[in-house]
C-alpha cells in the first residue's frame, strides 16, 4: 500500500509542485499590491487612577466596568461621527469603526485605541480624536459639573491657606507682645486675644485638612489621556506568510485533485500499477519508440535501432523472462525434467484492440540472440500482422495447416507431416516465423482443436522455445483455452489504456482454466490500429459477456470437451 502511495506520488509529483508554485505566485501578486497599512495608538487611563491617593477596591471594581464601557463606547457611532466632524474626513462612521481597535488593560486602567489607517499621519490624528472625544463625554471633561466642582475645592482651599497663614503671622506678633507687656491688664487682653486667634487657627486647619481630602478624594468615573498617538509605524504585511499559506492551499487543492483522479481512474499507468492489479511477476516496461512504417525497414527495433531505448528495455524484459523461466523451475512451480520444461509461452493483451505481434517479434528476437533457437508462431488469425514485423510476404501459415489438418485423423503420419511453413529470418539465425496464413472463417473451431495441441507439441521438437501470439484474451474465447494449451501466458497491458478491472477479469479467467501465468508486460507504446477490426468479429462460439470479455466459467466445459 505504502509502494503504491509513493508510486503515485512520482506521477503527480509535478502537479503538485505547479500548484504550489503557481498558487505562490499568485498569492505574492496579489499581496503585493495591497496598500501600506500604518497604526497609531493612544493611551487614556479610567477611573481613581488619575488623582485619587488611596482608591477602595469597590472604586477599582467599578473603575474596570467603566473603563469596557469607554473600550466599546469608542467604536459607537456618535463618538466616531464626532471624529469624522472633527477631522473633516470623507470616509463614513461604519468604515472607520473597522480601522478602530480598543484594548482594555483591567490591571492598570490603562485603555489603549488603536488605529490601523493607509496614512500615518491620519492613523494619529484619529487616535487621538477618538481618546479627547472620549475624555469630553466624561465626567471630568473641562466644564462638567465634577470639573466645577474641583475648581471650588481649590478656590476655597487656596482662601484657607492664606487665613491660616495669616492667623500664624497674627498669633506670632500676639506672643511676642505679650511678652514686652509690664502691665496686668494688657496682659490680660493679650492673652485673650491670643487665645481666640489660636482657636482660628485650628478651626481653619481642620476646615482645610477636611477640604484637602475632599479635593484628593477617589473620583472613579474619570477619564483622562496619557500618551498621545505619534505618528504610526506601518505594518508587517505578513507577505511571507501569505504566500506560503497560499502554496499550502495550492498543495492541498492539487492532492484532493490527484485522490479525486486515482479514486475514479480505472487505467494501468505504471508498472506498480499493472503488478498489484494481476499479482503475478512484472517483467518490464517497454519504453516508447517511433515506428517508422517504412516499406523497406529492417525489422523489429532491437534490429532497426538496437542503440535506442526501447530497444533496451526489450532485452532486459527478454532477460527477465528467461530468469523467471528458470526460476519456476528451480522452485517447482513448473512440473519438469530438464531445464527445457518451459518451452512454449503465449503472449496476448488485455485489451479489445490490443495486437502484441509487434512485441512478440521483439523478444523472439531477443531469446534468439541468447542462443536459443525460438520459433514465433502467429495465432492471432483474426488479424494475423506478424509477416508484417519481419517484411516477409503472406505466405502458407498457421491458419493453412490447421485447415488441412482438420481433414485428416489426428495423429497419423499425414496430419503430422502437414506443417505450417517455417520462414527463416536472415539476421537472425535462430529465429523462425510461423506465419498467420490465410484468415480463416472458424479461427476458434481451428485454434481449440486437438489438431493445434498437436501441432504445438510437434513445433516444441524443433526449437528451444515456442513464442505464440494470440487475440486480445478478453475478446476471443480461443485465445482463453490456446493458454491452457502452453506452459505459460505472458500478459501485456496499453499504459493509460488497459483497465485495472479488465487486467482483473482475465487473470481470473485464466486462473480458472488452471493457466500459470509467467508474468506481465507494461507497454507505455499506442495500440496498433492494424488490430480495431478483429474486435468486430465473433469469438469462435465460446460465451461472452457484456463488454466483449469470455464468461470463464462457461469456458472450462468447452475445453474439457476439447480435450
Known amino acids: 500500500m505504502v509502494q503504491q502511495q509513493l508510486s503515485m506520488l512520482r506521477r503527480w509529483v509535478w502537479l503538485l509542485v505547479l500548484a504550489v508554485l503557481s498558487c505562490s505566485l499568485v498569492t505574492y501578486m496579489i499581496a503585493r499590491e495591497k496598500p501600506i497599512v500604518y497604526e497609531a495608538s493612544a493611551l487614556l487611563i479610567v477611573g481613581p487612577g488619575i488623582d485619587g491617593l488611596s482608591p477602595d477596591l469597590n472604586d477599582l471594581r467599578a473603575a474596570a466596568q467603566l473603563m469596557q464601557s469607554y473600550a466599546e ?33 483591567e490591571t492598570t486602567q490603562i485603555l489603549t485605541i488603536n488605529v490601523q489607517w493607509n496614512d500615518a499621519a491620519e492613523a494619529a490624528m484619529v487616535a487621538n480624536m477618538v481618546a479627547e472625544v472620549l475624555v469630553d463625554m466624561s465626567p471630568s471633561a473641562t466644564g462638567s459639573e465634577e470639573s466645577q466642582l474641583k475648581n471650588k475645592l481649590a478656590a476655597q482651599i487656596d482662601s484657607l491657606e ?21 502691665q496686668a491688664v494688657e496682659r490680660s487682653v493679650i492673652t485673650d486675644r491670643l487665645t481666640q486667634e489660636r482657636n482660628n487657627l485650628a478651626e481653619a486647619r481642620r476646615m482645610l485638612s477636611t477640604l484637602f481630602d475632599s479635593f484628593k478624594g477617589s473620583y472613579t468615573n474619570q477619564v483622562k489621556i496619557v500618551e498621545v498617538a505619534s505618528s504610526g509605524e506601518a505594518l508587517d504585511s505578513g507577505l511571507y506568510l501569505t504566500v506560503i499559506m497560499g502554496g499550502m492551499a495550492g498543495l492541498v487543492v492539487a492532492l484532493a485533485i490527484v485522490l479525486g483522479i486515482e479514486f475514479f481512474k480505472d487505467t494501468i499507468d505504471t508498472g506498480e500499477e499493472l503488478a498489484l492489479a494481476t499479482r503475478i511477476p512484472f517483467l ?34 527478454g532477460s527477465k523472462l528467461l530468469l523467471s523461466r528458470y526460476k519456476l523451475q528451480r522452485e517447482g512451480l513448473i512440473a519438469a525434467k530438464d531445464e527445457q520444461s518451459v518451452r512454449t509461452m503465449l503472449i496476448s493483451g488485455a485489451y479489445a484492440s490490443d495486437n502484441t505481434s509487434e512485441i512478440a517479434a521483439n523478444l523472439a528476437v531477443v531469446l534468439a540472440q541468447t542462443g536459443y533457437s525460438v520459433i514465433l508462431v502467429d495465432a492471432h488469425l483474426h488479424n494475423p500482422t506478424l509477416h508484417h514485423e519481419f517484411g516477409i510476404p503472406e505466405q502458407r501459415g498457421l491458419a493453412d495447416a490447421l485447415i488441412e489438418r482438420t481433414k485428416v485423423l489426428i495423429g497419423t503420419p499425414i496430419a503430422r507431416a502437414t506443417m505450417p511453413t517455417l520462414v527463416p529470418v536472415k539476421w537472425a539465425p535462430k529465429l523462425s516465423i510461423v506465419p498467420g496464413g490465410i484468415v480463416p472463417a472458424n479461427p ?15 513445433l516444441k521438437q524443433q526449437a528451444d522455445i515456442v513464442l505464440i501470439t494470440a487475440s486480445p484474451l478478453i475478446s476471443f474465447a480461443e485465445s482463453l483455452i490456446l493458454a491452457s494449451h502452453v506452459d505459460g501466458v505472458v500478459l501485456v497491458a496499453r499504459s493509460g489504456k488497459t483497465q485495472r478491472s479488465m487486467v482483473k477479469e482475465v487473470v481470473d479467467s485464466l486462473r480458472s482454466l488452471n493457466v500459470h501465468m509467467i508474468g506481465s508486460i507494461l507497454d507505455h507504446n499506442r495500440a496498433s490500429a492494424d488490430s480495431s477490426s478483429a474486435v468486430s468479429k465473433l469469438t469462435g462460439g465460446l460465451p461472452v459477456k457484456s463488454g466483449g470479455s469470455v464468461d470463464a466459467q462457461n469456458a472450462v466445459p468447452a475445453l474439457r470437451s476439447q480435450s
Open 73 to 105: 463606547l469608542a467604536r459607537t457611532k456618535p463618538v466616531l461621527q464626532n471624529v469624522v466632524n472633527a477631522l473633516n474626513m470623507d470616509v463614513s462612521p461604519e468604515k472607520l469603526s473597522k480601522a478602530i481597535d480598543t484594548r482594555a488593560d
Open 162 to 182: 492664606t487665613e491660616v497663614a495669616r492667623l500664624e503671622v497674627t498669633i506670632q506678633q500676639l506672643t511676642d507682645q505679650l511678652d514686652r507687656a509690664v
Open 284 to 317: 518490464g516496461s517497454l519504453d516508447r519508440f517511433k515506428a517508422t512504417g517504412a516499406p523497406d525497414r529492417t525489422g523489429p527495433v532491437v534490429i532497426g535501432n538496437p542503440e535506442s531505448k526501447a530497444a533496451e528495455s526489450y532485452r532486459m524484459v
Open 444 to 458: 476458434f473451431e481451428l485454434l481449440v482443436s486437438n489438431h493445434m495441441t498437436e501441432l504445438i507439441d510437434e
